[in-house]
Nanobody, 115 residues
Framework: QVQLVESGGGLVQTGESLTLSCAASRSSFSISAMGWYRQAPGKQRELLAT???????NYADSVKGRFTISRDNAKNTVYLQMSNLKPEDTAVYYC?????????WGQGTQVTVSS
């Protein structure tokens, strides 16, 4: 099993930046891929970005150029740097990890962007 704990959410204004963190209970080398998702009220959960064990990244078109996913293997932590935030980025942000053919989720962290 893998426990994931997100942090870093909060209230920001339009155009500001925020960095989310996701700490994993296992070595990130043992996790094949990690990603960030978000879910706004009344909407489906949306994939934002993924990063593989080898560091290969992939982004949704909606955040490409504004969000950056990275990982610190020494800290077993994945980050999501978000810049130029917009009100439509308001959502609960979730961390995900694929480990041993199973998918694990964190509890989520709220990001609210005011206009």
């Amino acid at each position: 099993q893998v426990q994931l704990v997100e942090s870093g959410g909060g209230l920001v204004q339009t155009g500001e930046s925020l960095t989310l963190s996701c700490a994993a209970s296992r070595s990130s080398f043992s996790i094949s891929a990690m990603g960030w998702y978000r879910q706004a009220p009344g909407k489906q959960r949306e994939l934002l970005a993924t990063i593989t064990r080898g560091g290969r990244t992939n982004y949704a078109d909606s955040v490409k150029g504004r969000f950056t996913i990275s990982r610190d293997n020494a800290k077993n932590t994945v980050y999501l740097q978000m810049s130029n935030l917009k009100p439509e980025d308001t959502a609960v942000y979730y961390c995900n990890a694929d480990y041993n053919y199973e998918s694990y989720w964190g509890q989520g962290t709220q990001v609210t962007v005011s206009s």
